[in-house]
């Protein structure tokens, strides 16, 4: 407290409101944990604790498609609103769920990306679910994705691998392509490495699943370190200019450039001796 909270009255006030609104949900929570027995349904773990939240995310904002237990479901008309997701993994829903696919919104041709609905908790308990219902892969651990100490030939090995088993699909220089039936490989420009190994373990729609014995973990981490390294050269040039665009990042640089240049050629006529013409 002090001389910022005396000259401004009305943020004070809005403080108050914030701590109150705090003890508030504070309060709810601890009345709601009183009520509701602790384990409901068996639970006895932190464990549990996520796959019964996982359930109840699930219940809302899944299962009008994939059914209750998520053994699939379908609408009105008989047709699949949703494929069952029993076997498919922690690693399936952390992938969709985090790129947004999932909820999806509207039935299409393919269900696009999109900023996440779920917070990273959110997700983890859904995914805990999902997994709770039969085995399937696994959320990778963070060092399969990690390619920071990736070396050269790291690098050269993952682009090898990238040629043979990716391009055809997502185009040589990982820019995405046209598929048929109004598909397409997405541009794998703005993918993270979790979501890039997550990918070739699971295999969304038309892409195959490599699963550890067709590609084995140090293949996917050096095909990350592929396509991470053409992600970072996809934007070069130190400062992002604010991403402005293609066009005035090359303006820049042409303007820069060009003002160098005639700074050195300035610099040159100076320096050099003027030779006396003949004749
Ligand atoms: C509006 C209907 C709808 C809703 C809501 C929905 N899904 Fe889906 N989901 C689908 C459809 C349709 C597919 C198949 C998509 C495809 O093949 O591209 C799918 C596919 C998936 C897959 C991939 C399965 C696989 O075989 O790899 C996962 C995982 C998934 N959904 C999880 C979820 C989760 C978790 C939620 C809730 C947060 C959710 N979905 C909400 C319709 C829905
Ligand atoms: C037969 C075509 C095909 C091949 C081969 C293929 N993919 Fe895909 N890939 C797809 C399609 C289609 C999707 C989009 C799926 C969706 O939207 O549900 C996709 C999605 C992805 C995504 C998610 C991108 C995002 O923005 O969320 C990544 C990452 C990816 N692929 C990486 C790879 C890698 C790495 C390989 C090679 C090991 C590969 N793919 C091989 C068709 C393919």
Redesign the pocket.
């Known amino acids: 407290m002090g001389e910022a909270t005396d000259r401004r009255p009305l943020r004070r006030h809005g403080a108050m409101k914030v701590v109150a609104l705090v003890a508030a949900l504070v309060l709810v929570g601890l009345t709601y944990s009183a009520v509701v027995p602790n384990g409901a349904a068996g639970a006895d773990g932190p464990q549990s604790q996520q796959i019964e939240e996982g359930r109840r995310l699930f219940a809302v904002g899944c299962a009008s498609c994939h059914g209750l237990h998520a053994e699939g479901g379908t609408n009105g008309d008989g047709r699949q609103a949703g494929p069952s997701l029993i076997g498919v993994g922690a690693a399936a829903v952390d992938f969709q769920v985090s ?1 947004g ?1 999932m909820p999806a919104a509207q039935p299409g041709a ?2 696009p ?1 999109k900023p996440p609905v779920y917070t990273e908790e959110e997700i983890a308990a859904l995914a805990a679910y999902v997994a709770s219902l039969a085995p399937g892969p696994a959320i990778p651990p963070a060092e399969s994705y990690d390619v920071s100490k990736a070396t050269q030939s790291d690098i050269v090995r993952g682009g090898e ?2 040629r043979t ?2 391009t ?3 185009n040589f220089a990982g820019r995405g392509g046209a ?1 048929p039936n109004g ?4 541009s ?1 420009m ?2 993270s490495p979790r ?2 190994y997550q ?2 373990l699971t295999g ?5 699943v ?1 699963s550890d014995a067709v ?1 084995l973990p140090e293949d996917k981490r050096a ?1 990350i370190a592929y ?1 991470t390294q053409l992600q970072q050269q996809d934007n070069p040039g130190g400062f992002p200019l604010g991403r402005v665009g293609p066009v005035s990042e090359g303006l820049w640089g042409w303007l820069v450039g060009i003002g160098l240049l005639v700074v050195v050629a300035v610099w040159i006529g100076a320096k050099v001796p003027r030779i006396p013409r003949k004749g």
């Open positions: 790129t696919r393919q269900i990306q691998l990238f088993n990716c055809a699909c997502h598929l598909r397409y490989a997405p794998l703005h993918t979501n890039m990918a070739m969304p729609q038309q892409m195959p490599f590609l095909i396509v």
